[in-house]
């Protein structure tokens, strides 16, 4: 399928099942890999608000404010998801989220200098 027949598949089948965590992330991933970072990240916050449980958001969402260079949001939402991922007890995930709040934070404590 052309990267634009699925956008609009997904777009349909948010439109179809608006309450459906699956549909939203294919969405907000679909938006990610045509390069529309910003709808991408709406699509996330949506996701994030109607599902706040559902730990992938998290660190999809700070991937890509980091990649837009909105730093202190994407730590917020790197650190919420080390924190829900710590309840619901999934560590990989847990792992996941804080390797990339330890890295987002090298990288910009190595770019203010010294």
Known sequence: ??????LRALE???LERPDDAFPRY???MCYR???RAEEAVSAFEELRRRHPDYVPTYLMLGQVLSSLGRVDEAVRAFEAGVALAAKKLDRHA??????ALEELRSEAAGSRGP
Do not use: F, H, T
């Open 26 to 28: 294919g969405l907000a």
């Open 12 to 14: 349909e089948k948010v």
């Open 1 to 6: 399928m052309a990267p634009a027949e699925r």
């Open 33 to 35: 890999s045509l390069g």
């Open 94 to 99: 847990e792992g996941e989220l804080a390797r």
